[in-house]
């Protein structure tokens, strides 16, 4: 099955954004077996997406176009995609309903543009938008398929998963490739690739492929056959010896991110924890919250970004907050024990570091104290983090969020980079 | 002129990369004036390269197009280029002196594979590369020109700037573009549109364009003109108009983010803030510290995230985390005024609400309290966002930094939705 994708939006011509979501749609339709052979950008211009639509649907046996569905004047794909077909264009009663009790609810005034997004080209089907007001379409063309999806990309990317790909999968038949990512905290993307440069070398299918990115490296493993099955039952033995060379530092995979890793190991335990953070400014709390159900385990972050703040909160001594100063391991520790104190929890994390651009003291930027203190457990580590103000904050978390998870899967704990 | 650029590379299709070498080159071709009309992307196959060429050349002025000139087998974008333009290859003898010179520099054998970069179709220019040892190629046909560089970024790139850019700065012509985005916040996209929707139909040159997401609209008005100052003098009154149009829910433009401008207030007026978060779990206090700098007006975040954690930290009362609730304008108040005599701040802001997927008590997702707490200042209200959790957040988050943002430009505070 050959793919086509067509981006639509002047702001992808004129180098505003980068075409991120052909870039997703690819990878997704990789994963399926399904073989995407061209990708088209074109403007929000009536003829000129016709004229794309027209020669992808001549080439391939689906096409998947992003962009163009909203409300206003600008969005013009509904109307190039009737054109391009050569059908009219019909009102939904079912999606204006939908818009008009979406504003309802809100209580707002709905301007009457909105009902434009209830327009399907005739004979065409409707893929429902779980948010956002804007539905997919999808045509068939003689031959070919044609879905439209929002250019918004957490809209695209929930139409693809609830409805595009379960089709295409179906209908790309009995091939199909399934992968899994090994995913790996506090170790370097080149003592991974150490560890299993042989596999590497000779594995063809599956394949082993190295990510690092956001403070953690994956390793990607994937394999084609003839079912989903047979493709898993290729990978299991596989991973499992990547996983046995590189150790505690695997902490999941796939989609289960670290945070969500620990709140699980939080919630089977019974545990609580707060945290105090200063050179994340709440980060650290915000992605541990960013998981339903963080209300079982998490009680808060005292986010002390003055020293005031972690005298008076968190009962840092002024003496520690003079010399060594609030980014060392004894305003580490007292920030930890502070918050467990305040937020009577069962565990504490606390944070404090130079994140730059300035230094923060004598501190450079990039030096970070982490801390955790739980009964009978009193540890500060601190490392060396690279990269801008982002990627120093989370790189941070990164390794606190690590620390919890050590301590709860009862790991050693790992001491200071050797830098520092 | 109407450039297209065309991306080489099988990577590209199975989504391993996005193509920022087009949006990189995109942008650029903007700042000079040259209307970017069309991207393709095709695979390392020489029919199908060879057929993006022809589509490209019978439509655009100006081809410029990316990857395919290394030395191995699958590089086959010079052949591509000689079969769609229909001459041979001719091999030039300078560059194979350079790079059989090169690789005895080094003390290597030279494969004699890499001989195939110094394939020129005939007729053609060569681009010198200033690293790596492929050259770029130029070939006139009919009335348009081709460009083909590397893939690698910074080698294209460098050929960009060194002669592709000038070359065409020239034959574009004395024509340049200017473009602004307006970023407004706390008003629906479809009603910005429908308050500029004459501006939008009449004008031309400046055109402008709506983009809406993480909680906010921008309006980007682009002219085109023979200088950059007559393009920003063609901008400036229909900016100016626009922004009278939406008034203060314009909060600034272009890069500037919501919390940059919200730090800047807070800095000139020497004011200090800290903040009470819930169902944001600290996201509030990363977004404001995110801003280098943060720490002349910011103070600290208490995230009390379990009713006994407002009760303890913020002295929210008893009586009103039952009823009420957590979920309430009086608890939002009450966690204001907490935060700010916790931290000593002169302006405190709260936020809690139900960011889902679960009810939190009576209230359904998406409601959210936000309060403002400064001298001579209570201001509450309730907001309905929609979308997922992390939407909820983002719109709880907007909503409160623009609640302060206009309490320090002294604009009316906004009351609570209406089917609150």
Chains 1, 2 share one sequence.
């Not at 003839?226 to 990547?242: D, F, K, Q, S």
């Not at 930027?365 to 580590?381: F, M, T």
């Amino acid at each position: 099955m050959r793919a086509e994708i067509v981006g639509i939006g002047t702001e992808l011509l004129l180098g505003e954004i980068a075409n991120t979501n052909a870039q997703w749609i690819s990878g997704r339709l990789a994963e399926i077996g399904v073989d995407v052979v061209h990708h088209q950008v074109v403007g929000d211009n009536v003829e000129r997406i016709a004229d794309a639509f027209h020669l992808a649907l001549s080439r391939s046996d689906v096409v998947i176009a992003t962009g163009g569905l909203g409300p206003t004047q600008d969005d013009v794909t509904r109307e190039a995609l009737a054109s391009a077909i050569g059908v009219r264009l019909v009102r939904d009663r079912t999606i204006e309903e939908a818009i008009r009790a979406r504003f309802a609810r809100v209580g707002r005034e709905m301007p009457e543009s909105n009902l434009r997004q209830a327009d399907v080209p005739e004979g065409g089907r409707v893929i429902a938008a779980r948010r956002g007001t804007a539905p997919g379409l999808v045509c068939e063309v003689g031959s070919s398929r044609i879905y439209v999806l929002p250019g918004v990309p957490v809209e695209m990317q929930e139409m693809m998963e609830d409805q595009v790909l379960p089709e295409l999968a179906r209908a790309a038949g009995p091939s199909t490739i399934a992968s899994r990512a090994i995913r790996c905290v506090g170790i370097a993307e080149s003592r991974v690739a150490e560890l299993v440069d042989d596999l590497f070398r000779e594995s063809t299918n599956p394949t082993i492929a190295f990510l690092a990115g956001g403070g953690e490296v994956r390793v990607r493993l994937t394999a084609k056959a003839r079912t989903r099955e047979e493709a898993e039952a290729m990978i299991a033995p596989l991973a499992a010896e990547v996983e046995r060379r590189i150790g505690d530092s695997v902490y999941g995979s796939d989609a289960e991110s670290l945070e969500e890793v620990v709140g699980r190991l939080l919630a089977s335990s019974g545990r609580t924890l707060a945290c105090a953070e200063s050179l994340t400014g709440g980060e650290l709390g915000a992605r541990i919250t960013s998981v339903p159900g963080a209300s079982a385990y998490f009680l808060g972050s005292a986010v002390c970004y003055s020293p005031a703040s972690k005298r008076d909160l968190l009962g840092v001594p002024a003496h520690v907050l003079e010399e060594p100063g609030s980014v060392s391991r004894e305003c580490a520790a007292a920030m930890a024990r502070g918050a467990r104190s305040l937020y009577r929890a069962d565990v504490a994390l606390a944070l404090t570091g130079a994140a730059g651009p300035e230094p923060h003291g004598a501190a450079e930027p990039g030096l970070v104290w982490i801390a955790l203190e739980a009964d009978g457990v009193s540890h500060q580590r601190a490392i060396r983090a690279p990269g801008d103000r982002s990627m120093i904050r989370r790189w941070a978390e990164q390794a606190a969020l690590d620390l919890i998870r050590r301590h709860l899967r009862g790991l050693p704990l790992p001491e200071s980079d050797r830098v520092v």
